[in-house]
């Protein structure tokens, strides 16, 4: 069982001190005056650009990421970067399209816009479908992740290592949406920096154990060449078919859509990554971001870099008794716990607490947005309409509490996965591409009727499970067939939603009625010369990397 030394709580602790400390000043400047639900669920006009770039990152950099991408990195390799670089693109037309939609129409949650554009019955029937994945999909394997690498590093029982994140997250959740965006900031810092303390240990181990001698950023510099050398067939972008992990991350998925549709639903219609720009203004929100666009670009590699060092350190058999269990099969989650145990006294700490970080602020995150869904979509409109700002908030505090105890109750049934983040991809994608065709037609297409997108919400989730099992439906006919890669279902899903929401649409006298309560301005995809720079920069980026590695 491996421990930390005295230097790696003294670490751990100052971390804590100035997480907990700085949340609890921006809580104490607020609470003289009576927050009200804009304040707790969004931190209306408070968030700087930085604050809700920071914060968008937080959200999304979890412990899915530091253990199931490093994972994932480990069995297929620098594929699964395609996830991160992809969100990159997507986050600038997420900026430009989707954004001023939602201000110009005072958006504050995703099933409002439905109920706005569509109905009360698709708004209330996403918003159950949203909580239900929140809690079960994304809390629980937050919590179970973060859990086996913390007990792993530390000796803390799994347990108590659930109920201790849970603990820490729900003091920052309560503070509200203001706490969780600037606390966010820290939390990066500590996460991106624990990040690359981890992925330079890795590539000196994997130069060290080539037998070379060189020191510093030099010997960091021949471990990546050592990586590339050793592990080529992990430096590559596209899987063609009859790869082993085709069916994981199937190569025309980058091409054909699949791909782009996943990351367009998560970072475009999802309610805990576009509340953090919820509250502020165009141009600040925008700037947000782009900033965020930016810092996507290196999650590479401080998650993937390391499981692909893990890798090759496993091949020399450096590493193949911590990577396999008691029945000798290897475990790629286990890539990132093995690396941080290896660190030096002080840098454990410190790799403690950005992994925490990491944990705490997505599942703070993600828990502020249960509250609001839960909230303002559900219980003030069906349980209590004339509820006081007190009461919701009150309302939202208790959603919180209630689903932190669900979550820890789930989390240890995650034990028996190998790659966690492909679960959390491949389970959250069954309803995806229904959610993205109702929102993307009410957005730009004014005959889109509540009857189109109430049979495309009953129908999704019945599609994709048909698709999952395609091959069994086959095979019960006489006929042979392959499986469907859950990306491709994503596409395929996806036009026949549309479709689907054409046909239903244009049979539907409402067709002809005006827009239902939402305004499209224009004007507003107009961006400013500076956003227009940092994107053609992101994209030029993108461009070197999937030449050199496709």
């Not at 996403?126 to 929140?134: C, K, R």
């Not at 994140?165 to 966010?184: N, P, R, S």
């Not at 025309?252 to 203004?281: E, H, P, S």
Request: one cysteine or more.
């Amino acid at each position: 069982m491996n421990h930390l030394a005295t230097a790696d709580y003294i670490v751990f602790l100052v971390y804590f001190i100035i997480v907990v400390g700085y949340g609890y000043w921006i809580y104490q400047r607020k609470r003289s005056a009576q927050m009200s639900t804009t304040d707790f669920f969004l931190a209306e006009g408070s968030l700087t650009w930085w604050a809700i770039g920071a914060s968008l990152i937080a959200s999304n950099i979890s412990a899915e990421h530091f253990i199931g991408m490093a994972g994932s990195g480990f069995a297929m390799g620098l594929a699964i970067s395609s996830y991160e670089w992809f969100a990159a693109a997507v986050l600038i037309i997420v900026a430009v399209f989707f954004i001023p939609i939602y201000l110009r129409n005072h958006i504050y949650t995703m099933p409002q816009f439905l109920a706005q554009r569509y109905s009360d019955t698709v708004s209330t029937i996403l918003a159950v479908f949203w909580l239900v994945v929140y809690v079960l999909v994304n809390l629980a394997s937050i919590l179970y992740l973060g859990a086996i690498a913390i007990e792993s590093l530390v000796g803390i029982s799994f347990t108590a290592c659930t109920i201790g994140l849970a603990v820490f997250a729900i003091f920052i959740t309560l503070g509200g949406m203001k706490v969780i965006g600037y606390t966010d900031v820290i939390q990066v810092v500590v996460l991106i920096f624990g990040g690359l303390v981890i992925t330079y240990l890795a590539l000196q181990l994997v130069a060290k154990d080539t037998g070379d001698t060189a020191l510093g950023m030099t010997s960091v510099w021949n471990g990546l060449l050592s990586l590339r050398q050793k592990a080529d067939g992990h430096f590559h972008m596209f899987f063609a078919k009859g790869h082993p992990y085709y069916d994981v991350l199937p190569g025309m998925a980058l091409v054909t859509g699949g791909m782009w549709l996943n990351n367009l639903y998560y970072w475009g219609c999802n309610q805990y990554i576009v509340q953090r720009a919820l509250g502020a203004d165009l141009k600040t929100a925008r700037s947000g971001i782009l900033f965020a666009a930016f810092l996507k670009l290196m999650i590479p590699l401080i998650v993937v870099i390391p499981g692909i060092a893990a890798f090759v350190l496993y091949q020399s058999g450096l590493f193949r008794e911590a990577m396999t269990d008691a029945s000798g099969a290897v475990k790629p989650d286990q890539a990132y716990p093995v690396l941080m145990n290896l660190l030096p006294v002080g840098m454990k700490g410190l790799a403690f607490a950005a992994l925490t970080a990491a944990v705490v602020a997505s599942l703070a995150s993600k828990c502020n947005s249960i509250s609001t869904i839960f909230t303002l979509d559900l219980y003030k409109k069906y349980v209590d309409k004339n509820a006081s700002d007190k009461k919701l908030v009150n309302v939202g505090r208790w959603a919180v509490v209630v689903s932190f105890a669900i979550a820890i109750g789930i989390a240890p049934m995650l034990r028996s996965l190998d790659q966690v983040y492909q679960y959390i991809q491949e389970y959250t994608n069954f309803i995806t591409p229904g959610i993205f065709a109702i929102f993307l037609l009410g957005f730009f297409w004014k005959r889109a009727t509540n009857r189109a997108a109430l049979t495309v919400a009953i129908l999704t989730l019945p599609l994709s499970t048909l698709l999952k099992f395609w091959p069994e439906v086959m095979d019960m006919v006489g006929i042979q067939s392959d499986p469907i890669p859950f990306l491709h279902r994503t596409t395929w899903v996806f036009c026949i939603d549309v479709v689907l929401m054409i046909l239903v649409s244009l049979t539907d006298p409402a067709s002809h009625a005006p827009r239902k309560g939402i305004i499209v301005d224009r004007s507003l995809f107009r961006v400013t010369p500076s956003f227009v720079v940092g994107s053609v920069g992101i994209f030029s980026i993108l461009a070197v990397l999937y030449s050199v590695f496709w």
